[in-house]
């Protein structure tokens, strides 16, 4: 299978990537270009249609078609600052890159035929206030802030390509991912980001997450919305919400008083 990989370069896609290149065809994608993994990144601006129609059109570097999208780029978080202008500005890109962005990646991959994209979101599209203390199957969509709300439009437009024109012969599925706080490991496996008890259950090992992206590129299912999380002792994320998907998690948090958060792979 061959895979556009948009974001490739962050914290998400550069370890996912270099987990799923050796099971899929993969394509990096990103603003800037450069390399991860090993793999020469193509340089994409999914704000500008023009770059994204021409680099879904053209398929991969061998001239072949791409079969799948994988849309995790998203608005630069780093320039997040709590004065009300740089966080306005901060938003604004969130609506150029999560909105009119998700719109582009959309609109190129069913022009081209390709059959099957992967929207890559955040847990924070649950989270707003006030907080639920679990996630179930009720549980409304209740976006944290705009750059959330982005997201939850971002779904919203996949759905509707997921179930456009079903009489015109061309289907396309669509998946989408809700991440939680992604994790990455460090020696002697103590996490970076997760500090606390309290944030055990809100937290995806990258691993966990390249593991909801392969289940996104096997399934059969025409869309959905899926939470992505690593396992807890304190759980609080209905299975039920990731089962369709086929995903378990396969790492596991445990909070050691004294010591912090290590993790383990699930028993």
């Known amino acids: 299978m061959k895979v556009l990989f948009i974001g490739a370069t962050g914290l998400v896609g550069s370890h996912t990537v270099a987990i799923l290149k ?14 991860v993994a090993g793999l020469p990144v193509q340089q994409i601006d999914i704000v500008k249609w023009d770059e994204i129609e021409s680099a879904v059109k053209n398929g991969a570097p061998d001239g072949g078609k791409f079969d ?3 849309y995790c780029a998203t608005a630069n978080y780093h ?8 966080l306005r500005l901060y938003f604004e890109n969130c609506i150029e890159v999560n909105a009119r962005g998700a719109y582009h990646v959309l609109e ?33 969509d ?16 996949a ?25 990455v490991e460090k020696e002697p496996q103590t996490l970076r980001w997760i500090h ?11 691993r966990d997450i390249a593991a909801a992206i392969e289940c996104c590129l096997v399934t059969d299912v025409q869309y ?15 299975p039920a919400l990731y089962a369709e998907l086929g995903y378990k998690p396969q790492w596991k948090y445990n909070f050691i008083e004294g010591k912090g958060v290590k993790i383990s792979p699930v028993q």
Not at 79 to 86: C, G, I, L, M
Not at 165 to 182: N, T, V
Not at 224 to 238: L, W
Request: proline share 8%.
């Open 68 to 70: 799948a999208v994988v």
């Open 196 to 206: 606390s008890e309290e944030s055990c259950p809100w937290a995806a090992d990258v």
């Open 79 to 86: 320039v997040r600052k709590n004065d009300p202008e740089t």
């Open 22 to 35: 050796d099971k899929f065809e993969i394509t990096p994608a990103a603003i800037d270009g450069g390399e």
């Open 108 to 140: 190129a991959a069913w022009r081209a035929g390709v059959s099957r994209v992967v929207h890559i979101g955040s847990l924070m599209e649950y989270l707003g206030q006030p907080q639920p203390t679990h996630i179930g199957v009720d549980t409304p």
């Open 159 to 183: 759905r509707s390509y997921a179930f456009r024109q079903p009489d015109s012969g061309q289907s396309m599925k669509i998946l989408c991912l809700r991440l939680a706080q992604p994790s």
């Open 224 to 238: 959905g919305v899926y939470p992505v999380v690593s396992a807890a002792d304190d759980t609080r994320i209905a």
């Open 142 to 157: 209740q976006p944290h802030d705009v750059y959330a709300a982005s997201k939850v439009f971002g779904e919203q437009v």
